[in-house]
């Protein structure tokens, strides 16, 4: 298990949509968490989305309302982002933890999870 790999940001016109892909080589089997962040300048990383990889169960932020859907197939992990905001533009991360429990499984406090690579930026234009 090593760092996660994070790819697909672009710009991209408000209201379009982007695909992130991960690579989650080694985390995609049960007994694992994948989530999605981001970061933008001057603010701290944000929990998005979270996969319990080999249960497809997921949990999204509310902040989200619905415009963002986080998938697996196989090594890889997706986040499908619709009807971007200018206020989406960040850098994205992946990141992984071991799955704790299903009381908790859901949790997506940055500082619980590693592996996390060099982002991928995004760009929303208004």
Known sequence: QGK???????????????????????YTYSGNCVGWFRQAPGK??????????????????????GRFTISQDNAKVYLQMNSLKPEDTAMYYCAARPFPNWGSWHGLNPSEYHGWGQGTQVTVSS
């Open 4 to 26: 996660l790999v994070e790819s697909g940001g672009g710009s991209v016109q408000a209201g379009g949509s982007l695909r992130l892909s991960c690579l989650a080589s080694g």
């Open 44 to 65: 701290e990383r944000e929990g998005l989305a979270v996969i319990a990889t080999g249960f497809g169960n997921t949990h999204y932020a509310d902040s989200l309302k």
